[in-house]
């Protein structure tokens, strides 16, 4: 054997040669994504696996070992991120807040941008010292950006300081993958590109005892043509619903304050069950249960039914706060979007939504520089928010994402027009949003206060109702309670008060 030949084969030990059919360097688990698979939408039943067990041989695996993991991206990697810490702790190891003491480093990703994607190039990059330092550490990359075949390929080829990968619909086979990568001298990649089913009862050392998030659905069937998501949570499975209402009966009788129910597209919750039960019932039996706040997001403009509206104007503890994603205020680009709806049918949704909540606080999300937009089509996103007096939003600049529709689309708006819009949309963002929180003066509100502000330890902090952070000075018996705070200053992105009073605990609900 050549000097060349000896290289070549130690190589292809550690990394594997993209040029060949790299799935025989891994000897035990070796499942890359597929996009085109994961465009496909089977017809099969989806699976509900009730469960969930971690098999005996994996107990005490973590026994002595700690484990790290940073999240990106949205409130489902979040809530993800509690369920593979539940895993974790019932394999036996301990939570630790620094990577220089974990045993397992996970980076659970976001895909939704491009610039998401590459500050986790940049943090496994960040690893590498960890890696050669500690050689039995594990690193392991989970999340949106898993699903995706470009990321794990540019992984296998350039970042071998990466032990595992795995997707979003496979995070309860966590003790498998880890077992796997503990054997293993090569890379573990495990991502499932179609996938149908629902697991229940899996573990979750939730983040905080106030706030939870609750699961009702997975995946998206929408397919906007700029959009990821579809690819990388798979077809939309909902919960059941006894499943999910048992879930909020457990944190409510835990003294969990406000839950917010979780789906990249609620209101398409239940389609698929084929029971005649939407969003708009499911909110009503969760407004029976004693918790006294109850959110959603997020919503689709497309299928927001007046169950719906009717029901969240009952209030209570139904939340006066609707997030409803806009995208565009012009009908070419929304059609280009793939959105379904047009700016007439928002305005009308936005309408009927404000005439039974008068007082609803409406947000929302905008891209802007979407392929080709024109100034005269911008100008109509513009229009468009003032027309709805949105509290605020969050804005982004048009990120093209490969396998995506929209990904191969000519674009002739330049990056420089696409900041100066997205300038003068966040200058319009700021004016309504400072205006809104102007009227809160003089006040008295309701807040959920969550703890001591990041500044200083004897300013408390928390939301109303309507989502706008309140900063007031109070002692550390109030955390975790719904207070009464008169406000008394408003700043640019939240308000200051004064402590009224204590909300008295809700009668006369279920639990
Ligand atoms: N399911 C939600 C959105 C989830 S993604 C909905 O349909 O409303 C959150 C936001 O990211 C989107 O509302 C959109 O504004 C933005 N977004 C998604 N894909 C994007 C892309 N390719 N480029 C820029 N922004 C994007
Ligand atoms: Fe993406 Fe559209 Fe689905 Fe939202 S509804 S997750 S924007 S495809
Ligand atoms: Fe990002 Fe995936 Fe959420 S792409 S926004 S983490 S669903």
């Known amino acids: 054997m050549n000097e060349e030949q ?10 594997p040669n993209l040029e060949k059919d790299y799935s025989k360097y891994f000897e035990h688990v070796f499942e890359p994504p597929n996009l085109k698979d994961a465009r496909k939408r089977g017809k099969e039943d989806v699976q509900y696996h009730k469960d969930f067990k971690i098999d005996e041989r994996f107990q005490g695996m973590g026994k002595g070992r700690k484990f790290y993991i940073r999240t990106y991206g949205c409130q489902m990697n979040a809530h993800d991120t509690e369920v593979m810490a539940g895993i974790f702790q019932s394999l036996g190891y301990e939570a630790t807040t620094s990577v220089d003491d974990a045993d397992v480093i996970l980076l659970n990703t976001c895909a939704i941008r491009e610039n998401a994607e590459n500050k986790v190039f940049g943090e496994i990059g960040n690893l590498k010292h960890i890696k050669q330092a500690r050689p039995d550490c594990l690193i392991g990359v989970c999340g949106c950006m898993s699903q995706e075949e470009a990321v794990v390929n540019k992984i ?8 595992m990968i795995f997707g979003t619909h496979n995070i309860h086979r966590l003790p498998e993958i880890l077992e796997e990568a503990y054997m293993s001298k090569a890379m573990v990649v495990e991502v499932w590109s179609k996938e149908g089913d629902v697991i229940e009862n899996l573990p979750k050392v939730r983040d905080g005892k106030i706030k939870a998030w609750v699961n009702i659905m997975y995946g998206c069937d929408k397919f906007c043509t700029y959009c990821i998501v579809p690819f990388t949570r798979g077809k939309e499975r909902s919960r059941m619903p006894k499943d999910i209402i048992d879930e909020v009966r ?20 239940g389609k698929d069950l084929g029971l005649d039960y939407d969003l708009g019932d499911l909110m009503r039996d969760v407004s029976k249960i004693d918790i006294p706040r109850v959110r959603f997001t997020t919503s689709h403009p497309w299928d927001f039914t007046d169950n719906l509206i009717e029901v969240l104007a009952t209030g209570g503890n139904l939340v006066e706060h609707i997030h ?32 039974q909540i008068p007082d609803v606080a409406l947000t929302t999300d905008i891209i802007v520089g979407y ?3 024109t100034e005269e089509q911008f100008q109509e ?22 396998g995506t529709p929209a990904a191969k689309m000519d674009d002739n708006v330049s990056k420089e027009v696409k900041s100066d819009r997205l300038q003068r949309l966040n200058k319009l963002v700021t004016e309504y949003s400072e205006r809104a929180l ?11 206060c969550e703890g001591t502000s990041k500044k200083r330890d004897d300013v408390l902090s ?17 955390i975790g309670q719904r207070v009464m705070v008169e406000i008394t200053e408003a700043m640019n992105y939240s308000l200051n008060g004064k402590f009224v009073s204590i909300v008295e605990q809700r009668e006369g609900v279920e639990v």
């Open 6 to 15: 000896r290289k070549q084969q130690q190589q292809t030990k550690t990394k």
């Open 156 to 163: 296998l080829k350039s970042y071998h300081n990466v032990d």
């Open 250 to 269: 457990d944190l409510a009788r835990q003294g969990y304050q406000e839950i917010c129910l979780l789906g990249q597209n609620v209101n398409s919750y």
């Open 324 to 355: 409803l994603p806009v995208q565009s205020g012009n009908n070419e680009v929304l059609k280009i979007m793939g959105r379904k709806y047009t700016r007439e049918s928002y305005l009308e949704l936005v309408r009927k939504i404000k005439q």
């Open 371 to 373: 392929p080709n937009e």
């Open 381 to 402: 996103t513009l229009s468009l928010y003032e027309e709805v007096g949105f509290e605020h939003a969050y804005t982004y600049i048009y990120s093209p994402r490969p």
């Open 438 to 448: 102007s009227q809160y003066v003089g006040e008295t509100v309701e807040v959920l």
């Open 462 to 478: 928390g939301y109303t109702r309507k989502n706008k952070l309140v900063n007031f000075i109070g002692s550390e018996e109030l």
